[in-house]
């Protein structure tokens, strides 16, 4: 046997672990991007049960991000940027369509296409890396397939009837131009002919989210029994019925519906963020949408029909008109800062009815409501400064909510009850239907 030395004799000690790391580095790119634009879907979508499972979804794509990276940086040359290459970004912005698409055919494209081709990637990884030298992604990917399988599994009720093909095709097209995520197979140029339509076309946000088949209405608050659900004064008044209280406050996390919708807006409008900024908002996001269903699951047990629940729709068609540093800002500064007190007020009248199970959600949600005000200490400056805001961060707080005030005149108050007093859940029906006087 010949032993000439090799030309770079240090490298190619390595070079198992820096192939592996270089996978890793890939499959990292495909989490954080699908991440990024996966939650556009979110408020085109009309289906709450569907708005939850998407935001479950991204919230793990987040873990595994997280996890590849933190083994990725493990290996030497995984590098230290939190970058996405070029060729990735263009497939997940295509895949992100525009807000005159059907939302359930971009799902598709998603569910359908990037993911199942994700699935192989991590297969192949599985498939090439040594079980025993690299048994600590190995460990890993394994999860991952297995949540992989699950989230096509729990995607595939959405999608029956839904006919995705020629969307399809067209990712498809794109996607073995690269020889799928890893390159592990064989590329198939595109066509000198094939159009990128988010060249033509860029994603913009739809000026009001989707709710499907449930009513609409500007707001749910107000101080009056006969139009809304939540009366503010009712809320606070330690006369009300407690049980009142506990069907306003299931209305009002069920409407949290909102912040599911327009903070969602964000990450595909921070494509330089640091990973850890959607990994957290990731989090924020999928507590909003727990929360939602706290309620969503809570009211017809107490007897109310969701289809006399009007979904408020004014925070997202007023913020989704400010930059998405406005936007986090006022949610985390604003709605999410001043609610405690009155949250605090009603957590200790719904105490007094023994509900273990309302008392247990409430403390949770008062739990996540603290997580979600630091998220906001934490990253507001650095959402800023990707946006270019210069202020002092209490000074641009403090214009923002001036120019909410401002915007809320121009674009709130803009949807009609979509039921007739008679039919929608308002105050005075609470207290009809729990009995109280
Ligand atoms: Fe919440
Ligand atoms: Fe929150």
Redesign the pocket.
């Known amino acids: 046997m010949t032993t000439a030395a090799p030309a770079r004799p240090a490298a190619g000690r390595t070079t198992a672990v820096s192939e592996m790391a270089r996978l890793l580095r890939l499959l990292f790119e495909v989490e954080r991007e699908f991440l990024r634009t996966v939650t556009t879907l979110i408020y085109r979508v009309g289906e709450p049960e569907l708005k939850y499972l998407l935001c479950q979804h991204a919230w793990e794509s987040a873990g595994h991000a997280r996890f590849l990276r933190e083994r990725g940086r493990e290996l030497s040359s995984f590098g230290t940027t939190e970058s996405v290459r070029d060729s990735f970004r263009r497939i997940f912005n295509e895949a992100t369509g525009t807000c005159t698409q059907d939302p359930l055919v971009l799902t598709a494209g998603f569910y359908q296409i990037l993911k199942p081709a994700l699935l192989s990637a991590y297969r192949h990884y599985l498939k090439v890396t040594d079980p025993l030298a690299d048994w600590p992604s190995k460990k890993l990917v394994e999860e991952f397939i297995a949540d992989e399988d699950r989230h096509a599994r729990e995607i595939a009720p959405y999608l029956v009837g839904i006919d995705a093909r020629e969307w399809s095709l067209h990712l498809t097209q794109a996607l073995d131009d690269l020889g799928g995520w890893l390159g592990q197979e064989t590329r198939l140029p595109l066509a000198a002919n094939y159009g990128w339509q988010h060249a033509q076309t860029p994603f913009s946000h739809p000026a009001t989210c989707n709710r499907g088949k449930y009513p609409t209405c500007s707001s749910a608050f107000s101080q009056d029994p006969t139009e809304t659900p939540i009366v503010r004064s009712w809320l606070v008044d330690p006369k009300t019925d407690a049980r009142v209280i506990r069907l306003m406050v299931y209305v009002w996390l069920m409407l949290e519906m909102d912040?599911v919708d327009y903070l969602a807006t964000v990450f595909v409008d921070t494509p330089n963020a640091p990973f850890d900024l959607h990994h957290d908002m990731a989090r924020?996001l999928w507590?909003?949408s727990r929360?939602s269903q706290f309620g969503f699951r809570q009211l017809p047990k107490l007897g109310v029909d969701l289809m006399t629940v009007e979904h408020s729709l004014d925070l997202y068609n007023i913020l989704v008109q400010m930059p998405p540093h406005e936007r986090y800002a006022m949610m985390t500064m604003e709605f999410?800062a001043g609610s405690f007190p009155t949250k605090a007020l009603v957590m200790d009248r719904v105490r007094e009815l023994n509900d273990f199970e309302a008392d247990t959600l409430l403390a949770f949600d008062r739990n996540?409501?603290q997580n979600?005000v630091r998220y906001g200490h934490r990253w507001l400056p650095e959402i800023m400064a990707l946006c270019g805001e210069t202020r002092p961060t209490d000074q641009f707080v403090k214009a923002t909510q001036a120019k909410f005030k401002e915007f809320a005149v121009i674009h709130g108050n803009r949807t009609p009850h979509a039921l007739p007093p008679e039919r929608r859940l308002t105050g005075e029906k609470i207290l009809r239907l729990v009995g109280a006087t």
């Open positions: 912040a924020h507590d909003e929360h999410e996540d409501e979600h």
